[in-house]
Nanobody, 115 residues
C-alpha cells in the first residue's frame, strides 16, 4: 500500500511563508499527478495545487500567484511553497497522489496564519 506523510506545517504571521512537504512510500504505479488540498472544519476539501508527471501545474484561484508546487526527480516527494500568507489560508492541508483507479491521501497537517 501507498502511504503519504505531510510535514512543515505550523503557525505564522500574515505575510509570512511556509513550505509543506509530502513524502510517499510503498508500492507506487500509474501516477497521474501529485497535489495539495486544504480543509477547514465543516467545509468541503478545497483544491489548492496539482503537478503532473510532465511538470504541468494547476492552482486554485485563491492561491494563484502566492503558492507554487514542485516535486523531486523520483516523484516520491512533492512540496507546496506558500508565500504572502493570509488568515484565510488557515486550515488542514492534505497531500494527495492521483493514480489510475485510486486516490491516496495523507493524514493532513495544520497551517495557522495569524492576522
Amino acid at each position: 500500500q501507498v502511504q503519504l506523510v505531510e510535514s512543515g506545517g505550523g503557525s505564522v504571521q500574515a505575510g509570512g511563508s511556509l513550505r509543506l512537504s509530502c513524502a510517499a512510500s510503498g508500492r507506487i504505479s500509474g501516477i497521474s499527478g501529485m497535489g495539495w488540498y486544504r480543509q477547514v472544519p465543516g467545509n468541503v476539501r478545497e483544491f489548492v495545487a496539482n503537478i503532473r508527471m510532465n511538470g504541468a501545474t494547476m492552482y486554485g484561484d485563491s492561491v494563484k500567484g502566492r503558492f507554487s508546487i514542485s516535486r523531486n526527480k523520483a516523484g516520491n516527494t512533492w512540496y507546496l511553497h506558500m508565500s504572502g500568507l493570509k488568515s484565510e489560508d488557515t486550515g488542514v492541508y492534505y497531500c494527495n497522489l492521483n493514480r489510475i483507479g485510486s486516490n491516496t491521501w495523507g493524514q493532513g497537517i495544520q497551517v495557522t496564519v495569524s492576522a
